[in-house]
């Protein structure tokens, strides 16, 4: 009779190492197997004006849940809008630009370790690694250290967006996607895709189910800031805007049913 092979990892407890077997269910069909998730800080908010809705950290957390239990492999860029945001330091009366994107990626970081722990909750292995190095909380990025983490079935939680000024988190997305060679960039936002116009201002706007990265130029549609974009199509990329607050979308997505807005 074989012996039977089972995926641990290791986890500290009490100061003692302890191996708990991990099973992600890879039999079920899934069109994406390396998926890079991209959060907004400002979706943290729920219903408050400032920091982070708990309730809504637990309902991304089962969302993620689900899809790891599948068998994904989930890597997740988040900003830190809910907290500070470099440009609106700048617009209210910052001068340094550069120091006011370094405090927007330190917001990056305490949105991470958030959402890391509500995660942990859900019983998840998870790894924050952060684009400037504190030791104390998190490892650095290392491309080939990411990938591995990956494979071992964490969750890897990418904070402080590059690492450095006058690049946005949809950067860090785009370029942290491409590194670790992710099928996809989920672009979790709170509404359902892509639009003719932003339709919480223009009721007759129309959504589009699929749209090419040049009618997105050509049409200069928002989907994520220029050098985030050029980075995707250069690399061929494909990114997939959604609604992150519906609960379930995000399983359908891996399993390759249509929901949101794909470009490629």
Same mark, same amino acid.
């Given at each position: 009779?074989g012996?039977?092979?089972? @995926? ?8 003692e190492?302890?191996?708990?077997p991990?099973f ?6 899934m069109?994406?197997?390396?998926? !890079?998730?991209?959060l ?5 908010l729920?219903?408050?004006e400032?920091g982070?809705d ?7 957390a089962?969302e993620i &849940?689900e %899809? /790891?239990?599948?068998?994904v492999?989930?890597? %997740?860029?988040i900003?830190?809008g809910?907290?500070? *945001? ?8 910052? @001068?340094?630009?550069a ?5 927007g990626?330190? /917001? ?7 959402l890391?722990?509500? !995660? ?9 690694l952060?684009a %400037?190095?504190?030791?104390q909380i998190?490892? #650095?990025?290392i491309? *080939?250290? /990411? +990938?591995?983490?990956?494979? @071992?079935g =964490?969750?890897v ?10 690049? +946005?988190t949809?950067?860090a997305a785009?370029?942290?996607a491409?590194?670790?060679? $992710?099928?996809?960039i989920? &672009?979790?936002?709170?509404v359902d895709?892509?639009?003719? $116009?932003? #339709?919480?201002?223009d009721? +007759?706007a129309?959504?589009f ?7 997105? %130029?050509k *049409?200069?549609? &928002?989907?994520?800031?220029? +050098? /985030? ?15 992150m607050? &519906? #609960?379930?979308?995000l399983?359908s !997505?891996? =399993?390759?049913?249509?929901v949101g807005t794909?470009v490629?």
């Open positions: 009779m012996i039977l092979h089972i @995926k641990t990892d290791n986890i500290q407890q009490n100061g190492n302890t191996t708990v991990f992600p269910n890879t039999t079920l069909p069109k994406y197997k390396r998926i !890079l998730l991209k907004s800080g400002e979706a943290l729920g219903d408050q400032f982070i708990t309730k809504v950290l637990a309902m991304y089962k &849940k %899809i /790891a239990s599948m068998g492999e989930v890597a %997740i860029v900003g830190g809910n907290i500070f *945001r470099g440009v609106s330091g700048v617009e209210g009366g910052m @001068k340094d630009r120091n006011a994107d370094y405090m990626m330190l /917001a990056t970081v305490i949105n991470a370790m958030a890391q722990g509500a !995660l942990e909750n859900e019983g998840l292995y998870t790894r924050l952060t %400037i190095k504190m030791e998190a490892e #650095p990025f491309r *080939r250290r /990411a +990938t591995r983490h990956l494979e @071992k =964490r969750i939680i990418l904070g402080a967006g590059t690492g450095n000024p006058y690049f +946005t949809d950067t785009s370029l942290r491409v590194e670790i060679e $992710a099928d996809v989920l &672009k979790g936002t709170r895709g892509i639009y003719t $116009a932003d #339709p919480e201002k009721a +007759t129309t959504k189910d699929e749209i090419s990265f040049t009618d997105v %130029i *049409r200069n549609l &928002k989907v994520m800031d220029m +050098t /985030a974009f050029t980075l995707c199509q250069e690399n061929s990329l494909p990114i997939i805007v959604f609604d607050n &519906k #609960p379930g979308n399983a !997505l891996v =399993r390759g049913d249509k794909l490629s």
